[in-house]
């Protein structure tokens, strides 16, 4: 599987200045929010197919989950019904908070 380097010896001085210091928070606030935390994968996708169409167009859902698989899984999703995945966001508590604008 592909992953991201996250740091290391190749790693330059400027990439490491250019990374924002503290966690980074979401731009817009979600319309609606669906709570996953504690439910395994495929839950947490089937739980966002069944509400997506509660938002208007454009608006955004964010998935409370804390299940690995959801953390690429929910992206994965958005890839093949043709939504946007706004981003993913790591929850003090555990998991993340996954953010997925409505296209259709």
Not at 58 to 66: E, I, K, P, Q, R
Not at 67 to 81: E, G
Request: proline share 12%; net charge neutral.
């Amino acid at each position: 599987m592909w992953r991201r380097r996250t740091g290391g010896p190749g790693r330059s001085p400027e990439a490491a200045e250019a990374e924002p210091a503290g966690p980074v928070q979401p731009a817009e606030p979600p319309a609606l929010t669906i709570d996953a935390l504690g439910r395994k994968c495929p839950i947490p996708i089937i739980m966002l197919a069944e509400r997506i169409n509660q938002v208007a167009m454009g608006g955004v859902v964010a998935v409370l989950a804390d299940d690995p698989a959801a953390f690429t899984d929910v992206p994965a999703w958005c890839r093949l019904k043709s939504h946007e995945h706004v981003g993913s966001y790591e929850l003090p508590q555990g998991g993340w908070s996954i953010h997925v604008r409505r296209n259709y």
